[in-house]
């Protein structure tokens, strides 16, 4: 998960970046991804290998696990055995078919291809291929905490499948391919999605729940969710020892190289260990539903369900009960601004009016209207903002008292004839025009 600044009218709080995780995590998964090259297809994905016995036979063979839970599994069937653990066989022969979908792969290339084309559509609409502006993303579905808290929840999902940058995207659809092609086959296409759906979601509600305000999109939080699915499984005896070992030692360097990472500025950890955390109880969950198959049809498919139950339910807690200051602070300059212009249409009135017409709709338009954005902006001095939010409040508010005193005199000149206010108004004028250009410069 990328997160960057936005600098609008009213949220101008920098948010972290991530660029140096996502190159990292390609090296780290070509590491891993070494482990299993040459090696043989279990028979389940290849006609032509020899089938196991039962004693080296896999937990699940078939290609879904939704339907390998109605079959009798065995305990006595772990662990998978190190020739067992591979690609499918069509992917490790032809390059190209790693992103055409196939029997026991078929989630990872349609996910792939979803944020291939996503972003395709975004740039055809003219947004930047390396550098996307913030107003680009928003308007896509970025994970933009004012707008996702205000009633717009679907930005959960919608930012997982959004990319900031060709350089984003490539290397998360490459980590997505190096996962996928080693655990889709373990899960079958049914669980593999629910697992990538769940972990993106619970990496956008923690990030949302663990940062002041947050603009974020990726795959990250997904794929390391996927990777914590992946870690969890090497947990147990799924795997023989061997190779529980060779793959525990690589996956350990990866989740906690990454994690360090993340402690640096510029990296959103809080997405990565929402969706690494919601991976692994999803891992363990399906490996002890595929332990018990007299349940297997009962309370082992409860069992796989609880962990997308337990993430859904915990967004919706997180949703209701998380503030919403900047959404709150973005509506209040909204009213404000409505109010401003209203007060300032009194400049726009026939060259016919009369001087005591003026002078009437300043007093009843605009003044009126000054007081009003006044006490917008008491309202907005009650939220918790930082102080780069408070600040521009501030400006504001010595904004709208000089226009008020500067209205005011208006006023009194039209109404008493007078001209003994010009030298204050022409005063009052450039003290406006100056804190304009430090409000345009935030």
Same mark, same amino acid.
């Given at each position: 998960?990328?997160?960057?600044?936005?600098?609008?009218?009213?949220?101008?709080?920098?948010?972290? $970046?991530?660029?140096?995780?996502?190159?990292?995590?390609?090296?780290?998964?070509?590491?891993?991804?070494?482990?299993?090259?040459?090696?043989?297809?279990? $028979?389940?994905?290849?006609?032509?290998?020899?089938?196991?016995?039962?004693?080296?036979?896999?937990?699940?063979?078939?290609?879904?696990?939704? !339907?390998?839970?109605?079959?009798?599994?065995?305990?006595?069937? &772990?662990?998978?055995?190190?020739?067992?653990?591979?690609?499918?066989?069509?992917?490790?022969?032809?390059?190209?078919?790693?992103?055409?979908?196939?029997?026991?792969?078929?989630?990872?290339?349609?996910?792939?291809?979803?944020?291939? =084309?996503?972003?395709?559509?975004? !740039?055809?609409?003219?947004?930047?291929?390396?550098?996307?502006?913030?107003?680009?993303?928003?308007?896509?579905?970025?994970?933009?905490?004012?707008?996702?808290?205000?009633?717009?929840?679907?930005?959960?999902?919608?930012?997982?499948?959004?990319?900031?940058?060709?350089?984003?995207?490539?290397?998360?659809?490459?980590?997505?391919?190096?996962?996928?092609?080693?655990?889709?086959? +373990? &899960?079958?296409?049914? %669980?593999?999605? /629910?697992?990538?759906?769940?972990?993106?979601?619970?990496?956008?509600?923690?990030?949302?729940?663990?940062?002041?305000?947050?603009? @974020?999109?990726?795959?990250?939080?997904?794929?390391?969710?996927?990777? @914590?699915?992946?870690?969890?499984?090497?947990?147990?005896?799924?795997?023989?020892?061997?190779?529980?070992?060779? *793959?525990?030692?690589?996956?350990?360097?990866?989740?906690?190289?990454?994690?360090? +990472?993340?402690?640096?500025?510029?990296?959103?950890? !809080?997405?990565?260990?929402?969706? *690494?955390?919601?991976?692994?109880?999803?891992?363990?969950?399906?490996?002890?539903?595929? #332990?018990?198959?007299?349940?297997?049809?009962? %309370?082992? @498919?409860?069992?796989?369900?609880?962990?997308?139950?337990?993430?859904?339910?915990?967004? +919706?807690?997180?949703? =209701?009960?998380?503030?919403?200051?900047?959404?709150?602070?973005?509506?209040?300059?909204?009213?404000?601004?409505?109010?401003?212009?209203?007060?300032?249409?009194?400049?726009?009135?026939?060259?016919?009016?009369?001087?005591?017409?003026?002078?009437?709709?300043?007093?009843?338009?605009?003044? =009126?209207?000054?007081?009003?954005? #006044?006490?917008?902006?008491?309202?907005?001095?009650?939220? !918790?903002?930082?102080?780069?939010?408070?600040?521009?409040?501030?400006?504001?508010?010595?904004? @709208?008292?000089?226009?008020?005193?500067?209205?005011?005199? *208006?006023?009194? $000149?039209?109404?008493?004839?007078?001209?003994?206010?010009?030298?204050? /108004?022409?005063?009052?004028?450039?003290?406006?025009?100056?804190?304009?250009?430090?409000?345009?410069?935030?």
């Amino acid at each position: 998960m990328i997160q960057l600044p936005f600098y609008g009218w009213s949220l101008i709080t920098p948010i972290r $970046s991530q660029h140096r995780l996502l190159f990292d995590w390609g090296i780290c998964f070509v590491r891993l991804s070494s482990l299993f090259a040459g090696r043989k297809l279990p $028979s389940s994905m290849n006609n032509e290998s020899e089938k196991p016995s039962n004693s080296d036979q896999p937990l699940t063979t078939n290609s879904d696990h939704s !339907a390998g839970l109605n079959q009798a599994i065995e305990p006595n069937n &772990l662990p998978v055995k190190e020739n067992e653990v591979s690609p499918p066989v069509a992917q490790r022969a032809n390059p190209l078919a790693l992103f055409i979908p196939g029997e026991g792969y078929l989630i990872t290339p349609i996910l792939i291809w979803i944020n291939v =084309v996503l972003f395709m559509l975004m !740039a055809l609409t003219g947004v930047n291929l390396l550098h996307p502006a913030s107003d680009d993303l928003i308007r896509w579905g970025a994970n933009y905490s004012p707008l996702t808290l205000d009633d717009q929840p679907w930005r959960f999902l919608s930012s997982c499948f959004l990319h900031i940058g060709v350089i984003h995207l490539v290397f998360n659809m490459y980590a997505l391919l190096q996962i996928g092609l080693l655990l889709e086959p +373990i &899960l079958g296409s049914r %669980q593999f999605v /629910i697992a990538y759906l769940m972990a993106g979601l619970a990496g956008s509600v923690v990030s949302l729940w663990w940062h002041e305000i947050v603009l @974020g999109a990726g795959a990250s939080g997904a794929i390391f969710g996927l990777y @914590g699915v992946f870690l969890a499984l090497l947990t147990t005896n799924w795997f023989d020892v061997q190779t529980r070992r060779d *793959l525990m030692r690589n996956s350990l360097i990866f989740v906690g190289y990454n994690l360090v +990472i993340g402690l640096q500025a510029g990296i959103d950890n !809080a997405a990565h260990m929402g969706g *690494l955390l919601a991976g692994l109880l999803f891992g363990y969950t399906y490996y002890f539903s595929a #332990l018990h198959p007299s349940r297997a049809s009962t %309370q082992a @498919g409860w069992l796989l369900l609880m962990p997308p139950i337990l993430t859904v339910v915990t967004t +919706i807690v997180v949703y =209701v009960n998380t503030g919403n200051p900047f959404g709150e602070y973005d509506r209040l300059l909204k009213r404000f601004s409505l109010l401003e212009a209203q007060a300032l249409s009194v400049f726009r009135l026939p060259p016919t009016t009369s001087a005591a017409g003026v002078a009437k709709a300043i007093d009843e338009q605009g003044i =009126v209207s000054w007081r009003k954005a #006044l006490n917008v902006l008491t309202e907005a001095d009650q939220l !918790a903002l930082p102080e780069e939010l408070r600040q521009r409040t501030k400006l504001l508010r010595q904004y @709208g008292r000089l226009r008020l005193t500067s209205f005011t005199l *208006l006023q009194r $000149s039209l109404r008493d004839t007078t001209h003994i206010y010009d030298q204050q /108004i022409e005063d009052l004028d450039r003290q406006i025009y100056g804190i304009q250009k430090q409000l345009e410069k935030q």
